[in-house]
């Protein structure tokens, strides 16, 4: 599938969108390996940061697939290491939010990153309903989401008798803003903020 | 003295001995913490990693909230909050075009003029100078101070402390009578939001900060965000599994080990809240600062 239909207009690459929507200029890069040497989670990558920025230099719907199908712009912690120790002063965090945003507007999210993507549509939807990050209500969406139905079981008691668990969810008087902004937010692009 | 206050959604569950110990610190320097009114989430991690415009209008209404209030200062103590506001303050100020953008998605013409003051900030211009000569029991523990990566990055933005080596958390410790170690994960991600979704992960690189804090002898590891601390702390399991070793090294928020120092009753600081017990290493008789539910001679506080 070409990538071709989200850049049509004056920006004819994804490095150029990135460029124009963000101000990000991935062409700086010269790849010193910074960013991929700081990352904590490079190893767990498809591809470290510095090559997804080689990839959108060098440009072209397949690389520029593979960029949007790639596990590392889920599993990117948005920990700023990169960003605070390039030469270049090169927004990797920023143009990571991007590449996200794009991923999941054209539908080519990575599989590897479903059950991350689960837990922030979760995490969105607790804040939707409340206002606020209901934690409970959280961690039990994302199970049914993710059928981890086991997961933290065991610490959820423990937890509770540390009184660290809400089990009635405090609701804002402002939600139906909230709920306003979610719709708004939705439609200027991005993810659907279902 | 009265400031703004936004405590965040883990403040009020999972972190709450972190708003416990913020509230009796700053109640005990004579300082009143007024909530923003009706506060809700920053959004987090999950809203700019998915939408741009949510990531900007969720904390963006936080900061109309407070602005509507007459507030001039808040206090955000949860780093990653003070991040997403202080960013958002920051592009909203920096783009005019999109601060219009944003102020019609919530409804309120946003001037962005209160300003944000993270948790280290606050005990080191406020609390510290209201309680310097009235330190109690002195935090003298060896003790690894841990910043994470929100209070510290983006650097360019938050333009807080040192980037790669900070050291106003350091300071503090050292001003309440405690040994901050040198170490080389001051400022290394803990695995943060994917804590839930990728536990393995989350596992690996806190273990990783840890075992620097263990193997250059730090008794405890001091923390000034819930993410960092739940990380450390409930997923203890995970990092244990990860590293193939026990830990029994707790993990204390700074403004615990502020309110110790103060002399505050441990259980009004939430001490007792986390996973790992709070216990240190015994020391001569009449050094330690012996708590009301623990017998001095278990080195407990």
């Not at chain 1, 079981?153 to 909230?178: D, H, Q, R, S």
């Not at chain 2, 949860?78 to 998605?105: F, Q």
């Not at chain 2, 300071?171 to 400022?187: H, L, N, Q, V, Y």
């Amino acid at each position: 599938m070409s990538t071709d239909a989200h850049h049509d207009k004056a920006t004819a690459s994804l490095a150029g969108a990135i460029l124009e929507q963000t101000g990000v200029p991935v062409d700086k890069c010269y790849q010193c390996g910074k960013c991929s040497a700081g990352c904590p989670l490079a190893a767990d990558m498809d591809y470290p940061p510095s090559l997804i920025l080689r990839m959108l230099q060098a440009g072209g719907p397949e690389l520029e697939e593979k960029v949007l199908r790639s596990y590392t712009i889920w599993v990117c912690l948005t920990c700023e290491t990169c960003y605070s120790r390039c030469p270049m002063e090169i927004d990797i965090p920023v143009m990571m939010d991007y590449l996200r945003h794009e991923s999941l507007r054209l539908g080519m999210t990575s599989p590897r990153a479903k059950d991350i993507i689960r837990f922030h549509r979760s995490f969105l939807d607790s804040i939707k309903y409340t206002g606020r990050l209901y934690e409970v209500g959280l961690v039990v969406d994302y199970k049914a989401r993710s059928m981890h139905l086991l997961q933290d079981v065991k610490l959820a008691p423990k937890m509770y008798f540390k009184g660290k668990l809400n089990l009635i969810p405090e609701t804002i008087k402002g939600l139906p803003l909230i709920r306003r902004i979610f719709s708004r937010s939705s439609k200027a692009g991005g993810e659907d903020a279902r | 003295m009265k400031l703004g206050f936004y405590p965040g959604c883990s403040l009020e569950g999972s972190s709450r001995e972190y708003n416990e110990s913020v509230m009796a610190v700053a109640a005990g320097a004579g300082i009143e913490l007024e909530p923003v009114p009706d506060w809700n989430c920053c959004g987090a991690t999950a809203a700019h990693n998915m939408n741009r415009e949510l990531g900007l209008s969720l904390p963006a209404r936080i900061l109309a909230k407070a602005e509507a209030a007459g507030m001039k200062e808040i206090v955000v103590p949860c780093a990653a909050c003070y991040s997403r506001l202080k960013v958002t303050r920051h592009e909203l100020l920096e783009d005019e075009e999109l601060r219009r953008r944003i102020s019609a998605i919530i409804e309120y013409d946003l001037r962005c003029e209160p300003e944000i003051i993270n948790v280290l900030q606050f005990l080191d211009s406020r609390v510290m100078p209201a309680i310097e000569g009235r330190i109690k029991s002195p935090f003298d523990r060896r003790v690894a101070c841990y910043y994470g990566c929100l209070l510290v990055r983006p650097h360019k933005i938050l333009k807080f402390d040192r980037l790669e080596d900070p050291r106003s958390m350091d300071e503090i410790i050292r001003r309440i009578g405690g040994d901050p170690i040198d170490w080389a994960f001051k400022t290394e991600c803990c695995g943060a939001g994917l804590s839930v979704s990728k536990t393995e992960l989350v596992g690996r690189l806190s273990g990783r900060i840890l075992e620097d804090a263990r193997i250059r002898g730090a008794e405890a590891v001091i923390v000034a965000c819930p993410m960092c601390h739940s990380n450390l702390d409930l997923r203890r399991g995970a990092i244990e599994k990860a590293m193939n070793r026990k830990y029994d090294m707790p993990a204390i928020f700074i403004t615990q080990a502020v309110g110790l120092a103060m002399g505050i009753d441990p259980a009004k600081l939430g001490l007792n809240r986390h996973m790992v017990p709070v216990k240190f290493r015994e020391r001569p008789a009449g050094k330690v600062p012996a708590g009301p539910e623990s017998p001095a001679a278990a080195g407990e506080v």
